[in-house]
C-alpha cells in the first residue's frame, strides 16, 4: 500500500508559478514510478508528468513540456511538480499517482492522492 498527500495548490496569475508535492507512505518509495494528472471541470483526466523509480527519466504532456518540471527526493519520500508560466488553461485539480511502472496512462497507477486545487487566473 501507498498513501500519497498533495499539497501546494492554490489561486495565481497567469504566468505564475507553483510548485506542488505529494508526500508518499507506505510502500518503498525508491521504488514506485510517480507520475501526475489532472483533471478539469467536465474533462477526463489527463496524463501531465512522471519520473521513473530507477534512472530517473521524466515524460511530460506537450501541453505542459518546458513549462513543468517533475522531481523526486527519494530520501524525503516526495515528489514536485514545478509549474512555470502558469495558463488559465491549467486550471485544474491535480492529483497525484505511484504505480510499478513509469507510464502515462492513469490506468497504470495503482495509488492515487486526493487531488490539490491549482486555479490561474487571466
Known amino acids: 500500500q501507498v498513501q500519497l498527500v498533495e499539497s501546494g495548490g492554490g489561486l495565481v496569475q497567469a504566468g505564475g508559478s507553483l510548485r506542488l508535492s505529494c508526500a508518499a507512505s507506505?510502500?518503498?518509495?525508491?521504488?514506485?514510478?510517480m507520475g501526475w494528472f489532472r483533471q478539469a471541470p467536465g474533462k477526463e483526466r489527463e496524463f501531465v508528468a512522471a519520473?521513473?523509480?530507477?534512472?530517473?527519466?521524466?515524460y511530460y504532456a506537450d501541453s505542459v513540456k518546458g513549462r513543468f518540471t517533475i522531481s523526486r527526493d527519494n530520501a524525503k519520500n516526495t515528489v514536485y511538480l514545478q509549474m512555470n508560466s502558469l495558463k488559465p488553461e491549467d486550471t485544474a485539480v491535480y492529483y497525484c499517482?505511484?504505480?510499478?511502472?513509469?507510464?502515462?496512462?492513469?490506468?497504470?497507477?495503482?495509488?492515487w492522492g486526493q487531488g490539490t486545487q491549482v486555479a490561474v487566473s487571466s
Open positions: 499517482a505511484a504505480g510499478w511502472t513509469t507510464t502515462t496512462q492513469a490506468r497504470g497507477y495503482a495509488y
Open positions: 507506505g510502500r518503498a518509495f525508491g521504488s514506485t514510478a
Open positions: 519520473i521513473s523509480w530507477d534512472n530517473g527519466n521524466t
